[in-house]
């Protein structure tokens, strides 16, 4: 059986149109090492490896009526020249060239009637580089569980000895209309009780939001957080841009301040927001709110879906002093991360159980159109992703840098994604470019805010 999991189907459940529910990475490839590498190689290697993760094989099977969770099944006409395409940035194909072929071709939509994910071959970078697109529905998979699909498609040499073998897969056929019936009335059947659960975890949660007011890392409740000009509601276009800092100086930060990796990427973001809205001439007095992701998944677990959450924290943008920004960010962090696995993490996952796919989408609809406004849970949504310190190859050709894109929500039209590679983290800025105009003013305050908190160390 491959039915979505509750968590799993509100990314499907919340997509609406101009919000695609996708995520993506950039990635930038040196072919120099390679004798042979081109377009067919890549789909061999890329046909050969995707088998490896069985749900990329697999297209959406949803439910009449949206009354229950979608299935995934085999794709019996399933062609990786289907996904895998090919097209050249116009000269001279720098990062800026790059970065703008990326916010047209990140925002279409997935194809529903084939397995959610496809991957652009893009020629004509400079320095003879190529890079690849790759798009892939969050229904399928969290950060940690793209990079693991990351570790399936490339390898730690240019020309491996041998090929993977691809371990022998459960199929999914088409459950039936009886058995979807069946699962339908099961899960009808515990929703009474399911949205009770739901109701009291959000009257704790309620509670225990008012109970932290004297708390001052707590963040503000999600009806006074302070809206700047990209808290609106997104469009269909997008607009990407990015930056690279070396991670040696920021574990060097760490050290010095004892603080994590991931609270010196939130200061560095925070740091480059800030200058953003101070050029704008709109920083609010009251700090802003960064929505981080905190992972649920145990070590080891190489599964390929959703295990995550979210927590609100005060991102200090109120404090102009670098270092007293850092600080406030690591105690916020601290006690976000800690609430969070410590039982506030299944409120997405119950709302899955309590309501069907159809009821979601109409609030998602309802809360885009009319509400989010008033009820903003953050300014922006922060990720953090651990990658691999050492080079990878994908057909032959060394991975230079990786940028991470991911979806915009209601009343976000930011997102800022990094992830850690091969002695770099590479940072990626989604932007809807009617709210964002010019995103590199805010990638080029990341270095900006790297230099700050070096000086000060």
Request: aromatic residues 6%; contains cysteine.
């Amino acid at each position: 059986m491959d039915q979505l999991s509750a968590l799993d189907s509100l990314f499907i459940a919340g997509e609406l149109p101009g919000m695609p529910q996708h995520v993506g990475g950039l990635t930038v490839l040196d072919p120099s090492q390679s004798k042979d590498f081109d377009f067919e190689k890549l789909l061999r290697v890329v046909d050969e490896r995707i088998r490896l993760a069985p749900r990329y094989t697999r297209k959406l099977r949803e439910v009449a009526g949206g009354l229950d969770r979608p299935w995934l099944v085999d794709d019996p006409d399933f062609d990786v020249r289907r996904h895998v395409h090919r097209i050249a940035v116009p000269a001279p194909g720098t990062m800026r060239e790059l970065a703008e072929l990326t916010g047209l071709l990140f925002p279409q939509p997935l194809d529903r009637s084939r397995p959610l994910w496809e991957m652009w071959l893009i020629e004509g970078v400079e320095n003879g580089h190529v890079a690849l697109l790759m798009k892939s529905h969050h229904c399928l998979m969290d950060g940690a569980a793209a990079s693991g699909l990351g570790s399936l498609l490339c390898d730690l040499e240019p020309e491996p000895k041998s090929p993977r073998e691809a371990p022998a897969i459960e199929p999914a056929p088409d459950p039936g209309e009886l058995r979807v019936a069946f699962h339908a009335a099961r899960h009808l059947a515990g929703r009474p009780a399911a949205t009770l659960r739901l109701g009291g975890r959000l009257l704790r949660q309620g509670f225990e939001l008012l109970r932290s007011r004297r708390d001052p890392e707590a963040p503000p409740l999600p009806f006074s957080i302070p809206k700047v000009s990209f808290n609106g509601i997104p469009g269909p276009r997008r607009a990407f841009a990015c930056a690279s800092v070396p991670l040696d100086a920021v574990k060097e930060i760490r050290k010095h301040f004892d603080v994590t990796v991931n609270d010196v990427v939130l200061a560095l973001t925070g740091s480059a927001v800030r200058r953003y809205l101070l050029q704008r001439g709109e920083l609010p007095k009251q700090s802003l709110v960064a929505t981080i992701a905190v992972s649920l998944r145990a070590e080891g677990d190489t599964s390929v879906d959703n295990q995550v959450t979210t927590a609100a924290i005060p991102w200090a943008t109120d404090r102009a002093e670098p270092v007293t920004r850092l600080l406030r960010i690591h105690r916020a962090a601290e006690r976000a991360k800690q609430s969070a696995r410590g039982g506030d993490s299944q409120i997405l996952s119950q709302l899955g159980e309590a309501f069907a796919p159809a009821l979601v989408n109409l609030f998602f609809r309802i809360g885009a159109e009319g509400g989010a406004s008033l009820f903003m849970p953050g300014n922006v949504v922060v990720s953090n992703v651990r990658g691999t310190p050492v080079p990878l190859y994908i057909g032959g050709a060394r991975i230079e840098s990786m940028y991470p894109l991911s979806i915009l929500a209601p009343t976000q039209g930011l997102n800022i994604t990094a992830v850690s590679y091969c002695g770099r983290i590479d940072v990626g800025f989604t932007v809807d470019p009617d709210l964002v105009p010019d995103p590199w003013l805010l990638a080029d305050g990341i270095p900006l805010a790297l230099e700050e908190l070096r000086a000060a160390a």
